[in-house]
């Protein structure tokens, strides 16, 4: 059981060396003549302008939700999807209701103006 | 592919649950889609139809014992019983929401479906023999009261106390969870029966009893902060003093009776055999609840705040019952006890909101100087459940209290039972303060208290009910009785 562990612990830091040791080795060995050309960050596209943290609409927040919502429904539809065959009606109940729930979540939501953008 | 053999679901052994859930959802479409802003009322009393047709639905499985989704939910006279008591607090704190939330202007019609979803949780709580369905349980409970107590919106105390305690309850699950998975690792099952057999089974060995007794350690911890067990009490009396009094009174008894009762079922079912490593522990919790809940309300001006320090002092009396419910005594105790002090304590609470005017709080004391001068029966209700939170004699609070006592003290817990006593001799100090105030002061001049129909007869229900089961406990007792039989096996 214990040496079980021990592999997992081997494997960890085995993955942890495997890129530490040529990052460590290169930082001493390598040359260092640093130009601002060469300091800045190696990206395809324009400077970046300003901060990152922005404001931005609470409403991105409510689409997120929803967006996770539905997610985790089509999730749940795929084990469904693939043992259709074998849960037969039974099945079908049980994603209909689950399905009826989020439907009447999603319906609650587009009365209360939810998915509309202002 | 074979084929699935699927699990006998026995959705009668739910009927009550499903009732509330189902009505609930029903309810908050309803709700947006016919029922124009301004008589949100009426939800409400659909709420209340829905809860009393749930308590209905009850009433035919009364002796039925039986689990069902493989073991995940079991039906008993104890959960049943207790799912009656939650049903009745969720009844009586929509009746006094009523007028309030317009009072306050922050009525809006979710307020209804959400107290019967938090009752739903609590009722899950009850049934729940797996840990899975009890963690399902509290994020219900918990996750609509987050929402609740910040129901005020935008008054800032109420959003810190949704704040507060959506923060401490999110770390509360998380023990919680991280419980489930020790345990998990020790016994190879959620179930509680099953944990309950393997521990007593066999030997456990030092690596799997270390990790049973550290799963079982988080998942306390997690209940004693439901419960507002000392101490991991220190949310309480911020929250209840920000949320809207209503939110506070429904939590006050409805938290910890949800999480008590799951715990009930978690040390005698799942950890029975580890009694020797819990029974110190929790008896120690609970003296220190008992002694720290009733010092601090000696402290407190302000009565909302003082009834929640008192609601952490009563926790440790329901907690009395918790700890012997292997004994026939213990559960009945606790049952009696939940459902006592929630008539009492949802009594003062309607008393509180009486007094509370739109956008000022009348809960300094003084606020209560010579009350029985203007309304003379609004103070001789709160007197009598001052009495009966204090446990003095004509009063149901006694009966309860004697209960509870007893069952400690036979139960092996002689000392714990004395703790309890001379804590509720300090506590009757400061509920007796507040009845001084009332009886012996003049007024000040303030205006005379608002009282409306739904607040009037929530407290002539909690008066009578903490009354009558004072003065003739012998039905709601012998109905306990029968409750209780099935437990501690």
Same mark, same amino acid.
């Given at each position: 059981?214990?040496?079980?562990?021990?592999?997992?612990?081997?494997?960890?830091?085995?993955?942890?060396?495997?890129?530490?040791?040529?990052?460590?080795?290169?930082?001493?060995?390598?040359?260092?003549?640093?130009?601002?050309l060469?300091?800045?960050?190696?990206?395809?596209?324009?400077?970046?302008?300003?901060?990152?943290?922005?404001?931005?609409?609470?409403q991105?927040?409510?689409?997120?939700?929803?967006?996770?919502?539905?997610?985790?429904?089509?999730?749940?539809?795929?084990?469904?999807?693939?043992?259709?065959?074998?849960?037969?009606?039974?099945?079908?109940?049980?994603?209909?209701?689950?399905?009826?729930?989020?439907?009447?979540?999603?319906?609650?939501?587009?009365?209360?103006?939810?998915?509309?953008?202002? | 592919m %074979?084929?699935l053999?699927?699990?006998?679901?026995?959705?009668?052994?739910?009927a009550p649950?499903?009732?509330?859930?189902?009505?609930?959802?029903?309810?908050?479409?309803? %709700?947006?889609?016919?029922?124009?802003?301004?008589?949100?009322?009426?939800?409400?009393?659909?709420?209340?139809?829905?809860?009393?047709?749930?308590?209905?639905v009850?009433l035919?499985?009364?002796?039925?014992?039986?689990?069902?989704?493989?073991?995940?939910v079991?039906?008993?006279?104890f959960?049943l019983?207790?799912?009656w008591v939650?049903?009745?607090?969720?009844?009586?704190?929509?009746?006094?929401?009523?007028?309030?939330?317009?009072?306050?202007?922050?009525? #809006?019609?979710?307020?209804?479906?959400l107290?019967m979803?938090?009752?739903?949780g609590?009722?899950?709580?009850?049934?729940?023999? %797996?840990?899975?369905?009890?963690f399902?349980?509290?994020?219900?409970?918990?996750?609509?009261?987050?929402?609740?107590?910040?129901?005020a919106?935008?008054?800032?105390?109420s959003?810190?106390?949704?704040?507060?305690?959506l923060?401490?309850?999110?770390?509360?699950?998380?023990?919680?969870?991280?419980?489930?998975?020790?345990i998990?690792?020790a016994?190879?099952?959620?179930?509680?029966?099953?944990?309950?057999?393997?521990?007593?089974d066999?030997d456990l060995?030092?690596?799997?009893?270390?990790l049973?007794?550290?799963?079982?350690?988080?998942?306390?911890i997690?209940?004693?902060?439901?419960?507002?067990?000392?101490?991991?009490?220190?949310w309480?009396?911020?929250?209840?003093?920000?949320?809207?009094t209503?939110?506070?009174?429904?939590?006050?008894?409805?938290?910890?009776?949800?999480?008590?009762?799951?715990?009930?079922?978690l040390?005698f079912?799942?950890?029975?055999?580890?009694?020797?490593?819990?029974?110190?522990?929790?008896?120690?919790?609970?003296?220190?609840?008992?002694?720290?809940?009733?010092?601090?309300?000696?402290?407190?001006?302000?009565v909302?705040?003082?009834?929640?320090?008192?609601?952490?002092?009563?926790?440790?009396?329901?907690?009395?019952?918790?700890?012997?419910?292997? /004994? #026939?005594?213990?559960?009945?105790?606790?049952?009696?006890?939940?459902?006592?002090?929630?008539?009492?304590?949802?009594?003062?609470?309607?008393?509180?909101?009486?007094?509370?005017? #739109?956008?000022?709080?009348?809960? #300094?004391?003084?606020?209560?100087?010579?009350?029985?001068?203007?309304?003379?029966?609004?103070?001789?209700?709160?007197?009598?459940?001052?009495?009966?939170?204090?446990?003095?004699?004509?009063?149901?609070?006694?009966?309860?209290?004697?209960?509870?006592?007893?069952a400690?003290?036979?139960?092996?817990l002689?000392?714990?039972?004395?703790v309890?006593?001379?804590?509720s001799?300090?506590?009757?100090?400061?509920?007796?303060?507040?009845?001084?105030?009332?009886?012996?002061?003049?007024? /000040?001049?303030?205006?005379?208290? /608002?009282?409306?129909?739904?607040?009037?007869? %929530?407290?002539?229900?909690?008066?009578?009910?903490?009354?009558?089961?004072?003065?003739?406990?012998?039905?709601?007792?012998?109905?306990?009785e029968?409750?209780?039989?099935?437990?501690?096996?």
């Amino acid at each position: 059981m214990l040496a079980n562990y021990a592999i997992v612990g081997i494997f960890l830091v085995a993955a942890i060396s495997f890129p530490l040791i040529p990052l460590v080795l290169a930082f001493f060995l390598r040359p260092k003549r640093p130009t601002p050309l060469k300091t800045s960050t190696y990206e395809c596209g324009l400077e970046a302008i300003g901060d990152v943290h922005v404001q931005f609409k609470v409403q991105y927040y409510l689409y997120a939700l929803a967006f996770v919502i539905f997610d985790i429904e089509v999730i749940f539809l795929y084990p469904w999807a693939v043992a259709f065959q074998v849960v037969g009606l039974y099945g079908l109940i049980a994603a209909t209701i689950f399905l009826l729930m989020l439907f009447a979540g999603l319906l609650y939501e587009w009365r209360k103006g939810a998915l509309e953008w202002v | 592919m %074979d084929a699935l053999t699927i699990p006998p679901v026995d959705l009668g052994l739910i009927a009550p649950l499903l009732v509330v859930v189902t009505w609930a959802t029903g309810l908050l479409l309803v %709700d947006t889609f016919f029922i124009p802003v301004g008589r949100k009322k009426l939800t409400g009393y659909l709420a209340i139809a829905g809860l009393v047709v749930a308590g209905l639905v009850g009433l035919p499985l009364w002796g039925v014992s039986g689990s069902t989704f493989g073991g995940m939910v079991r039906l008993d006279p104890f959960a049943l019983t207790l799912t009656w008591v939650f049903l009745l607090i969720g009844i009586l704190s929509i009746t006094m929401s009523l007028d309030y939330l317009p009072r306050q202007d922050i009525e #809006q019609g979710e307020y209804y479906p959400l107290i019967m979803f938090a009752v739903s949780g609590m009722i899950l709580l009850a049934q729940g023999a %797996d840990l899975i369905v009890l963690f399902l349980g509290i994020e219900t409970l918990s996750i609509t009261l987050y929402i609740l107590t910040g129901f005020a919106y935008p008054r800032l105390t109420s959003e810190e106390a949704a704040m507060k305690y959506l923060v401490l309850g999110a770390f509360a699950a998380g023990f919680f969870v991280y419980g489930i998975a020790l345990i998990f690792g020790a016994t190879g099952s959620t179930r509680l029966s099953e944990i309950g057999a393997y521990a007593a089974d066999r030997d456990l060995g030092d690596t799997n009893l270390t990790l049973l007794l550290g799963g079982a350690a988080m998942v306390l911890i997690a209940f004693s902060f439901k419960a507002a067990l000392a101490p991991f009490h220190m949310w309480i009396p911020d929250v209840y003093q920000g949320s809207p009094t209503p939110v506070a009174a429904f939590m006050s008894v409805g938290t910890k009776g949800g999480a008590l009762a799951a715990l009930v079922r978690l040390l005698f079912e799942a950890l029975p055999t580890l009694n020797a490593y819990w029974l110190p522990v929790l008896a120690g919790l609970t003296a220190l609840t008992m002694v720290v809940g009733n010092l601090g309300a000696i402290a407190q001006m302000d009565v909302k705040r003082m009834l929640a320090y008192s609601s952490i002092g009563h926790a440790g009396y329901v907690m009395l019952g918790v700890m012997v419910a292997g /004994e #026939q005594r213990g559960p009945e105790a606790f049952i009696f006890y939940i459902l006592v002090y929630a008539l009492s304590n949802l009594g003062a609470f309607a008393v509180l909101i009486a007094l509370e005017h #739109q956008g000022e709080e009348a809960w #300094q004391l003084d606020d209560f100087a010579g009350l029985y001068q203007r309304q003379p029966l609004l103070a001789v209700a709160m007197a009598i459940f001052m009495f009966s939170l204090a446990g003095v004699p004509p009063t149901a609070g006694f009966m309860a209290k004697f209960y509870a006592l007893t069952a400690a003290w036979e139960g092996g817990l002689p000392w714990l039972a004395l703790v309890g006593v001379l804590t509720s001799a300090i506590a009757a100090f400061f509920y007796l303060r507040v009845i001084i105030r009332m009886f012996m002061t003049e007024p /000040e001049g303030e205006p005379a208290p /608002e009282l409306n129909r739904g607040l009037t007869i %929530d407290i002539v229900v909690a008066a009578a009910g903490t009354i009558i089961i004072g003065l003739i406990p012998a039905p709601i007792f012998a109905l306990v009785e029968r409750s209780a039989v099935a437990l501690g096996g």
